[in-house]
T-cell receptor
Framework: KQEVTQIPAALSVPEGENLVLNCSFTDSAIYNLQWFRQDPGKGLTSLLLIQSSQREQTSGRLNASLDKSSGRSTLYIAASQPGDSATYLCAVSKYGGSQGNLIFGKGTKLSVKP | GAGVSQSPRYKVAKRGQDVALRCDPISGHVSLFWYQQALGQGPEFLTYFQNEAQLDKSGLPSDRFFAERPEGSVSTLKIQRTQQEDSAVYLC????????????FGQGTRLTVV
């Protein structure tokens, strides 16, 4: 059974700091991995999608890497801002799932202090 | 539409009441997913549609949960005889189809059963 773990569960940093969020998964047979952001009381906003054949994806201050063989992904946020405060979720789309249904971690709650 | 739209945003139901939650996916998106997110947890898969066909309902927690997508566009998740443990955020996602595509989520419906 595929399990996704995110560490740390919560993180508080001062504004301007670079930070790394970690995601690990137990079964390396995945189609892709997706990082999402969730603001309180809101839905999920897609940040980055990494296909299983890719090593990383970048969007602005965000960079996500994927090491499928070791079952790990990291989300790097450069020069953090208070507006980055949210819960970050990673999810994998695994083989055998219904055409792409996602298995999620519990998320990392990020707080960036001004 | 421009994004995935869900209604209502909030629903309070008395225990035993039936509820219906609506999802309007991105126009042209073939695949539609329902997820349930308990407080402090990641979303968990409920069911999957490809066009109007419900291809996977393995995540539905009981036979009180029923979903439909009769014309391959709008979907409704119905919960009969609601119970307190049904309290959660219900999220809908759509994709263009296939296992490697990006999932786009709605804002969710927060259901509280009292």
């Amino acid at each position: 059974k595929q399990e996704v773990t995110q560490i740390p569960a919560a993180l508080s940093v001062p504004e301007g700091e670079n930070l790394v969020l970690n995601c690990s998964f137990t079964d390396s047979a995945i189609y892709n991995l997706q990082w999402f952001r969730q603001d309180p009381g809101k839905g999920l906003t897609s940040l980055l999608l990494i296909q299983s054949s890719q090593r990383e994806q970048t969007s602005g201050r965000l960079n996500a890497s994927l090491d499928k063989s070791s079952g790990r992904s990291t989300l790097y946020i450069a020069a953090s801002q208070p507006g980055d405060s949210a819960t970050y979720l990673c999810a994998v789309s695994k083989y055998g799932g219904s055409q792409g249904n996602l298995i999620f971690g519990k998320g990392t709650k990020l707080s960036v202090k001004p | 539409g421009a994004g995935v739209s869900q209604s209502p945003r909030y629903k309070v139901a008395k225990r035993g009441q039936d509820v219906a939650l609506r999802c309007d996916p991105i126009s042209g998106h073939v695949s539609l997913f329902w997820y349930q997110q308990a407080l402090g947890q990641g979303p968990e898969f409920l069911t999957y549609f490809q066009n109007e066909a419900q291809l996977d309902k393995s995540g539905l927690p009981s036979d009180r949960f029923f979903a439909e997508r009769p014309e391959g566009s709008v979907s409704t998740l119905k919960i009969q005889r609601t119970q307190q443990e049904d309290s959660a955020v219900y999220l809908c996602a759509s994709t263009t189809g296939g296992v490697r595509t990006e999932a786009f989520f709605g804002q969710g419906t927060r259901l509280t059963v009292v």
